[in-house]
């Protein structure tokens, strides 16, 4: 098992795979690695890896990962076998599955939070300082 990172972005290594904002993408996704989604995916996904949603990016469809990071849009579920946090500028129509959830304050959730470890679904208040400050 891989020691514990407070921030789920904290553990990926090795180069990402980057759909930048202007690129859109119809169709089912599988692999592994880290993913970082900037423009609009249309369809499934089962990724071995990380999968960060840029304030940018759109998934219509099931996302599913080992660990998840949204800060963009999402109109389908959401299936983490690790950790989920979403942060305050997400906005997703769908179930949220993972072992942990973490969930800032501001994010716009319709739909369930499951959590699959047990524990209730963390709520926080991202802190972190914008790269403009």
Aim: a negative charge.
């Amino acid at each position: 098992m891989r020691p514990f990172k407070r921030r789920i972005g904290d553990s990926a290594t090795g180069p990402a795979t980057y759909i930048s904002a202007t690129a859109s993408v119809k169709g089912n996704l599988s692999g592994d690695g880290a993913y970082i989604i900037c423009g609009t995916v249309e369809g499934d996904c089962d990724i071995g890896g990380l999968v960060t949603l840029a304030k940018e990016g759109r998934w219509i469809g099931t996302l599913k990962a080992a660990s998840i990071v949204i800060a963009g849009t999402v109109e389908g579920d959401v299936v983490a076998h690790e950790r989920v946090e979403v942060s305050p500028t997400a906005k997703i129509t769908g179930s949220i599955t993972g072992q942990s959830i973490a969930v800032a304050e501001g994010a716009i959730i319709e739909g369930e939070l499951n959590v699959t470890s047990g524990a209730p679904a963390i709520r926080f208040q991202d802190r972190r300082q914008s790269p403009d400050n």
